[in-house]
Structures are given as structure tokens and as C-alpha cells.
């Protein structure tokens, strides 16, 4: 099923979805940039007004191991928070993963370091637990669900309730009666726990003790000190660190799996256009996703069928419609009702024939209607698309991606090339380049660069 979203915002995608709220990700049409989007369910106005208190504090934050927050406002009576979309995987989920000794250290390190960050800036996260801790391959450690945060210096209040986070990692204090916690120091005994997943069998549980003592006064006052603590015990290991490289074919195949899910979903609901960008990305992040290509495989196909269900959905509406004015002219007898002429139109098939550009690799089809190529993949593993270079002086020589170009049909060259960026340059009888520029491409794209000289 496909969330609504707020005007403004396109192409979603679930990403965490739970009791009391869903994150999804989405296009910002106005500003051009894919974010996440917080719909939380709470309709309570009393509790509502809170969540946005809490939101407006994580604002300040401006930390690299913590996603922006953009805006946060009341639609439909929810509370949706818009803020920064973290490319990674949640911390579970590569605790599942084999781990060598070393990378285990390095996410421990750096694990502690945000979390010190954090504190360093008078807060306290209040929830932490692997689900809202996100590997990124751009960013690293990145604490997420801010839901429960509070601002020691000021004294701010969070959302109303005492016992705050999840039973599994929370504080001993934390469940007393009328006792009087330090959100840091319990922060520092959720940690611990945490520490104790990612370390699993290595030697360090003599440092990570002194986060999970009953007695938090036994506990470091801040993960800052905590963090010192660490360094001074773990000296000899070095805390450098290729994210790419530790969590790249975890991710990729995490979410290709989300984007085709997502543009599944888009394609039932006739919103083809959202779904082919999807399911482009899908091949992208992972070209070699069987189903993704398939379905690209099958997408014309799939596209006619969903329209002629639409078809037959109004065409029965039609039918419907003119019985229940039957009804109502058999028993009432009042008026004369005539069928309208317009009511045909609903039986009426769009069809129009497909001009077709073939290669080697792909027959791209070109429609007016819906904006996107339609495809049939002969070669599905190749991601191809084609780049048109018009307006080449005749005398001069087309470079593309270091090659000398010599297919020229009075001055338009043409190539399929596989998706990415591609370098184009013209050089000129004196061997001299007189213009260049690079062009992106996506899979199954036709795209036309004219050769504008200076």
C-alpha cells in the first residue's frame, strides 16, 4: 500500500515503518532532492504539540553523525517531520553480517565518537538501540529517531511519560518510581549494551563494565569521557575506516530491494512514471537484480494491462451508473433520462504506434503519453542507453570517452554506451579540443547534447 504524502513530494518509498509512525523516503520536487519523511500517527493535540517540540530541538543540532532536520509541520492531523535521507543500513542488520575483528573496533570507535559528539552539545538521545543507529558508506555513524531527545543545558522537557526508550537497552534508574535520572548516564548504559553486540567475543568487556553498573554515579559522567577512556585502552588500533567497502554490498542489496518493492507498488497504482525512475535506480544500485529486470522486461506489457483494467473499471462504473437511472426512471417516472453520448468515451482505447530506435542492445520505444521510454531488454546485462551529438562542424573530430568518432550522418553522431557519466569532446584540424562536456546517462535513456561552440 502507498502513502499519502504531502503536496510537494513524489516517488515514495518505505523505509522503516512501525506502530506509531513510517519513514519514507520521497522527491522534493521544489528543491530537487530526495528526503525522509516522519508521519508520525499520535492525534493527540497535547502529545502533537510536544512532537514538535521535540523535532524543533533536534534542529539545532548540526552534526554530521545526525540527519537534518528541513521542516516539520501538522497535515491530515499527523505530525510529519522532513528531514535529511541517510543512504546506509541500520546497525542490526550489519550485526548480522560476518565481521572481522578489526571492523568490529572501527564500529565501536566510531559508535562512541557520535555518541560523544552528541553529548558534547548538551544532549541526550534517550532511545538508543542498533535500529536506530544507520551505517552510512557516505557518513559513517549516524544516530537516528530523535523521538525521545532531550536538551540537558536548558532543561527541556521531553514527550510526557517517564519511563523513556526501549525495556532491552533502557537504564535500571530509568524504571524506579519518582527516582531522578541522568539522561546522559543512562544514555552510557544503553551503549554498553550496544557495545557489548558489536564487540561480541573480543576482549573489551572490562572497559564496556563501567557503562552497565546498576548504580549510574559508577558510570563515566558523558560518552566524552567514556571516549577518552576507550582511546586510551584501544591505542594500538588504528580507527580509519572504508565504509564503502565494509557495508557497500549490504546496502545495495538492501535498498534495490526497497526500490523494487516501491516501484511495484507504483505501477499497480498506475503512477508509471514514478515507478520506472524507481526501478531504474533498482538497476543501478544493483544490476543484477533478476526480478528488477524482469520487470523492466515486462514493463510495456504491464503498463497496457493496468490500462485496460482502468478501462474496464470505468467501463462497468458506466454500466453501473446507466442501470441505477433505469431504476430510478422505472420507480419515479418523473423525468426522462438519455443515455449520454460522452459515457461511450470511457470504451475508447488510447493507443498510438511506438516510433522505434534499434540496436545492438535495446529497442527504445518513444510515447507522448506517459513521460518515460518504454523498453524490451535483449541484452539484459547490458544497462545501455544512447547519447546524440548534434551540430558537429563537419571538418572537426568527435572524441567520446577517449575514442575518434567516425559514424557522422551530416554532423549528428550517435552511441549506446552503458549508464554513468561519459566524457564528449570536440577537437578542431589544429588538434586543438574547441568544446567538451559530460553527460550522465541512465539505463534505456535517449539523450540529445548539442555541440554549442564559444
Known amino acids: 500500500m502507498i502513502v499519502r504524502l504531502p503536496k510537494g513530494f513524489s516517488h515514495p518509498m518505505t523505509i522503516g515503518e512501525g506502530a506509531f509512525s513510517s519513514v519514507i523516503r520521497a522527491r ?7 528526503v525522509a519523511i516522519k508521519i508520525v500517527y499520535e492525534k493527540d493535540k497535547t502529545l502533537q504539540s510536544n512532537i514538535l517540540s521535540e523535532a524543533t530541538t533536534q534542529a539545532k543540532l548540526h552534526l554530521s553523525c545526525v540527519p537534518e532536520i528541513y521542516d516539520v509541520f501538522l497535515w491530515r492531523g499527523r505530525v510529519c517531520i522532513v528531514m535529511q535521507w541517510i543512504r546506509g543500513i541500520t546497525l542490526s542488520r550489519l550485526l548480522d553480517a560476518p565481521l572481522t575483528p578489526q571492523q568490529r573496533l572501527w564500529l565501536a570507535e566510531h559508535f562512541i565518537g557520535a555518541l560523544a559528539a552528541l553529548h558534547d552539545k548538551g544532549f541526550a538521545h534517550r532511545d538508543l538501540k542498533p535500529d536506530n543507529i544507520q551505517v552510512s558508506p557516505d557518513k559513517g555513524i549516524v544516530l537516528m529517531d530523535f523521538g525521545f531527545t532531550k536538551q540537558i543545558i536548558d532543561g527541556m522537557r521531553s514527550v510526557s511519560g517517564t519511563v523513556k526508550g526501549t525495556p532491552a537497552y533502557m537504564a535500571p534508574e530509568l524504571w524506579r518510581i519518582d527516582s531522578k535520572s541522568d539522561p546522559m548516564r543512562a544514555d552510557l548504559f544503553s551503549a554498553g549494551k550496544i557495545l557489548m553486540e558489536i564487540l561480541a567475543d573480543l576482549p573489551q568487556s572490562s572497559i564496556i563494565s563501567n557503562l552497565t553498573f546498576d548504580n549510574p554515579e559508577l558510570r563515566p559522567r558523558s560518552a566524552h569521557d567514556f571516549l577518552r577512556m576507550w582511546r586510551e585502552t584501544n591505542a594500538s588500533h588504528p580507527s580509519q575506516v572504508d565504509w564503502h567497502e565494509l557495508i557497500g554490498p549490504y546496502y545495495r542489496k538492501d535498498l534495490s530491494d526497497k526500490l523494487f518493492t516501491a516501484a511495484q507498488e507504483l505501477l499497480i497504482a498506475n503512477r508509471y512514471d514514478e515507478s520506472y525512475w524507481l526501478l531504474v535506480e533498482c538497476l543501478e544500485e544493483n544490476s543484477g537484480h533478476a526480478d528488477a529486470l524482469r520487470l523492466m522486461q515486462q514493463f510495456h506489457t504491464s503498463v497496457g494491462k493496468n490500462r485496460a483494467k482502468r478501462r474496464y473499471f470505468f467501463s462497468a ?5 446507466c442501470f441505477l437511472f433505469l431504476i430510478a426512471y422505472t ?5 426522462n433520462i438519455r443515455a449520454s453520448n460522452s459515457d461511450k468515451t470511457l470504451l475508447q482505447s488510447l493507443s498510438e504506434k511506438p516510433d522505434m530506435i534499434r540496436n545492438n542492445h535495446a529497442v527504445f520505444f518513444s510515447k507522448s503519453l506517459p513521460a518515460f521510454r518504454y523498453v524490451e531488454i535483449r541484452d539484459s546485462s547490458s544497462l545501455s542507453g544512447c547519447i546524440i551529438i548534434k551540430n558537429v562542424p563537419k571538418n572537426d573530430s568527435l572524441v567520446f570517452d577517449g575514442k575518434v568518432s567516425i559514424d557522422t550522418i551530416e554532423s549528428l553522431h550517435s552511441f549506446i554506451c552503458r549508464f554513468g557519466e561519459h566524457h564528449i569532446s570536440v577537437i578542431d584540424r589544429n588538434n586543438r579540443m574547441v568544446w567538451n562536456e559530460k553527460v550522465t546517462i541512465v539505463p534505456f ?8 561552440m564559444r
Open 445 to 452: 535513456q535517449t539523450k540529445t547534447v548539442f555541440c554549442s
Open 317 to 321: 462504473a458506466a454500466v453501473l451508473l
Open 331 to 335: 420507480i419515479g417516472r418523473y423525468s
Open 28 to 34: 522534493q520536487g521544489g528543491l530537487d532532492r530526495w
